[in-house]
């Protein structure tokens, strides 16, 4: 039971490091996928906002963890 | 004859690098292991469980690889997707904090120390199915494997592009086992951090097009958004590591 245990905490933590940063993720992805399209902003710029803010969640958590 | 005829296209090509690239750094993490075992309890015990891990791996992708094809495409480029940029995301943010010497790079031989020292304290080799040899070794290909297979499978799957994912990954067995067979020690050479920082960017930039694929969310240039979803996210990354590295240290991670 144990190694399974040890395979199952493995296998999140594939995924998951620190937390806040997967959850910023997951919480960005719905919102753009879920609601960006119901703003009515031209339909061509969803998918790239979407990766937009991936991109800046990314910068943002390396300054959070490198500032004192 | 063209490259297109051949099915040699840009996506597939990106994937087969992504798969190669991915799969050379856990390839180096077990084959790290198998050798500790090998060396300090024998290679036969380090061989067979190594062997029996890829067996189980092989079985794995044997019984729910089918199982793929059910799957509605939107909804596995959805879910693989997301779980590629968690992966992809989380490989990269490590590797932006070890290249600003946030945390301390990967060290293949302190590893290979840590588990040479793990494996003598437990005592001389328990015969010819030594226990010990047998389970650290299955493990570490297990683990390490699961890893492969899961990148090759979500690299692969949604874009039907399982063959150069396989390929790629393939190769990169390859040429590990020939390597560590001839060198007989850790690869520490392997510039493990550049590998993770260029996966990280890659697996991160697949997602996020499979994500946008599977929710309706056209891309401009269509397949070739991939390659500005990469550089895309190469240039956050990198913008990353230069305010990391003007910033005093404060978080040390495991």
Known sequence: MNWINAALGELFALFVDNVRFTVAILA???FGTLELPKLSINMGWDAPLLFLGCAIILVISVWRAAKP | MDLMSWGITTPSVTVAIAAFLASIVEFVE???IVL???TVRGWRPALIGAGAGAILLVALVAVFGPLLSEVPINWLQLVVGLLLLLFGMRWLRKAVLRSAGIIAL???VAIFAKETESLQIRGAPMG??????LITSFKAVVLEGLEV????IAVGSAGNTLVPAAVGAGTALFLVVIVGVVVHRPLA???ENTLKFTVGVLLSGFGIFW???GAGLPWPGEDLAIIGLIAGFMIAALLAVQIAQRSPVSEKLP
């Open chain 1, 28 to 30: 960005w992805i719905a």
């Open chain 2, 30 to 32: 077990a084959l790290t």
């Open chain 2, 36 to 38: 500790a075992v090998g």
């Open chain 2, 106 to 108: 990967h060290d293949e």
């Open chain 2, 128 to 133: 010819r199915w030594d226990p010990i040899a």
């Open chain 2, 149 to 152: 297979i899961f990148i090759v």
């Open chain 2, 189 to 191: 050479q392997v510039p």
């Open chain 2, 211 to 213: 994500i946008g694929e």
